[in-house]
């Protein structure tokens, strides 16, 4: 469908959030976890419109339009495929490489040309590192414990407090004042340009291709402040980048292990736990969540154990489990953060603490606690009141009345009242779309979806293999991409069956990119509808009704040709009944 590399489509798709996107046309109002509006593409007065955070699709039951954001642009702007990806990348500051002249534009060139810019300032702070005037940032370096090895895999530098040793060094290289200002690398004053990083450990920031989008820097000494990032520009922007994905994504890791700095992500690494990454001095942000959740399917926050550090990870719980990530939060004892924990104690003892992490309830469970934490009446009156609204958010019935049991025991009230008190704050009761939306409304589906069980059974199976991946596990041995009748679910199912048993990450979204206008829209009404878990639509079921309908295509088939076997050939009929009684014991056998 495009001729830009996988890779790139999904950088583009995931910073263009689809509520955000689709909000620049619509007007939505967030009912539960989804988004509802009057639909662009036809006339309607009741709103039948849906955006969905969590899988980053929408969908319209009125006049059957769903897909990824790549398909709603292409929609509401009347463009193709390849149109919409440049609409996104320009949305998103993102470089596309130069296949067609009509895209060169200037802006493209600026990309490009800040990316050169910022790998010679690299280059510059890595040779200063090892140089005469690097002495002092080489000394902290070793004493925080890192070797030559791993400095080099960081491409970690050093600048001087020189006032513009950097400018005059890129001048050379033929870049202005001008271009290096709009780099962040300089800061333009009255008195003439000079180097914005001076005195500093120098940290490149990689984009997910592994270009030099910016950089960190940290103090060697206690001037302040203590870390200063680029700023925003062309090129960087920080609420979408996080500091070691690019090392991270290819762990072949489920877990990621979030920190707070630049020095927590390398000690970790050094010390063979790549799965880290940090969110770049600010709070976690929905963009880099979905980033982490199209990598990894359990996300680790690691925070330094201050009260800052806990008021962050409570932001960063609430921000990802809103948008549907599994994040759990891994405390580390005695007020230590995670580079001096990991060096102090070693590797194994790190990886014993991830394998403690708690839940988001249960460490919720655990603040609230700490902070109601006298005997008193009141005190459990507010404990319980806190904690009713953190329970109100689980959906999943069974894993509720876990909680329910143990705390209503443990703080002797009766399990009615506890779940009277979760009830006050339970916006939405169904987990699925919300009753006073699909409350008899009919839902268009296509002709196809409508009379073809066929078709609706392989969009299925596509929709559970990318709603939960580990399904693959067990549906590998039984499952043939021949099994799909479809052309193009079939070529859909081989692409998605690849990826799962390279044992990549494959979300929706993502897998929408192939999927033809028409069949998008299909799909998203599967997966809203249909695929849904909590009721156990059992895979293996599935790829059962798949063997039967192959094997019923193949028998009409064969049907059809022994009808008119004045057209066959010497021995074709008795291998025909041959197959034919072989496919009628198999169905028996499904």
């Not at 292409?74 to 067609?100: C, G, H, R, S």
């Not at 520009?233 to 980048?241: E, L, P, Q």
């Not at 999943?396 to 704050?425: D, T």
């Not at 039984?478 to 799962?500: S, V, W």
């Amino acid at each position: 469908m495009s001729y830009y590399p996988e890779e790139l489509l999904e950088e583009i798709r995931l910073h263009n959030d689809i509520v955000e996107v689709v909000s620049d046309y619509v007007k939505l109002e967030k009912k539960g976890k989804y988004y509802f509006g009057l639909c662009p593409f036809h006339n309607e007065k009741t709103p039948s419109f849906s955006v969905t955070p969590s899988l980053q699709i929408f969908n319209c039951f009125g006049c059957g339009k769903g897909g990824n954001v790549f398909h709603f642009i292409m929609n509401i702007e009347n463009l193709d495929f390849q149109e919409a990806v440049k609409f996104l990348a320009e949305k998103a500051n993102i470089t596309l490489p130069e296949y067609d002249a009509g895209y060169d534009t200037e802006r493209l060139r600026l990309k490009k040309e800040i990316i050169e810019i910022n790998t010679e300032a690299a280059r510059f702070f890595y040779r200063t590192l090892l140089s005469e005037n690097g002495g002092a940032g080489r000394k902290y370096l070793k004493s925080r414990g890192l070797n030559a090895d791993t400095i080099k895999r960081f491409g970690i530098g050093f600048s001087t407090g020189e006032y513009d040793s950097l400018k005059k060094y890129l001048n050379t290289k033929g870049y202005t004042d001008e271009k290096l200002v709009q780099s962040g690398l300089v800061i333009k004053s009255t008195n003439g340009a000079y180097d914005r990083f001076r005195n500093r450990i120098m940290f490149p920031i990689f984009d997910l291709r592994g270009n030099i989008i910016g950089f960190g820097g940290r103090v060697i000494n206690d001037d302040k402040p203590k870390y200063m990032n680029s700023p925003e520009t062309i090129v960087y922007n920080k609420r979408n980048s996080l500091y070691g994905l690019n090392f991270a994504k290819n762990a072949n890791d489920k877990q990621v292990v979030i920190v707070e700095g630049y020095m927590d992500v390398i000690s970790l690494h050094k010390y063979g736990i790549i799965n880290s990454v940090a969110s770049l001095g600010t709070a976690l942000t929905e963009s880099q969540g979905r980033l982490l959740k199209k990598y990894f399917e359990e996300l680790i926050i690691a925070y330094d154990a201050d009260t800052a550090g806990k008021d962050a990870t409570m932001r960063g719980l609430d921000l990802l489990s809103d948008i549907g990530c599994n994040v759990k939060v891994l405390q580390i004892p005695d007020g230590k953060d995670p580079d001096e924990y990991i060096r102090t104690n070693g590797p194994e003892k790190f990886r014993l603490l991830m394998k403690k992490a708690l839940s988001l309830v249960e460490y919720k469970i655990s603040v609230y606690r700490k902070l109601f934490g006298d005997n008193t009446v009141d005190s459990k009156v507010k404990f319980l009141n806190a904690i009713s609204q953190v329970l109100a958010k689980i959906e999943s019935r069974i894993e509720l009345e876990m909680y329910v049991k143990k705390l209503a025991g443990e703080y002797e009230i009766s399990e009615e009242s506890l779940y009277s008190e979760i009830a006050k704050y339970r916006k939405v009761k169904d987990t699925r779309m919300p009753r006073y939306y699909s409350a008899n409304r009919q839902f268009k589906k296509s002709d196809e979806l409508k009379t073809n069980p066929s078709y609706r059974d392989e969009l299925m199976m596509i929709a559970v293999l990318v709603t939960d991946n580990s399904m693959y596990e067990l549906v590998k041995n039984d499952i043939d991409a021949n099994y799909f009748t479809n052309k193009e679910l079939k070529a859909i199912a081989i692409e998605l069956m690849g990826r799962l048993k390279e044992g990549k990450r494959v979300v929706a979204a993502e897998i929408l990119n192939m999927f033809s206008e028409k069949t998008a829209g299909d799909f998203t009404r599967v997966l809203e509808n249909e695929c849904n878990f909590d009721e156990n639509k059992k895979p293996l079921d599935i790829v059962e009704k798949l063997k039967k309908n192959r094997l019923e295509k193949r028998k009409r088939e064969i049907f059809l040709m022994l009808k008119n076997r004045e057209n066959l050939k010497e021995g074709d009929v008795e291998r025909l009944t041959i197959e034919l009684n072989t496919i009628v014991k198999e169905m028996k056998n499904i």
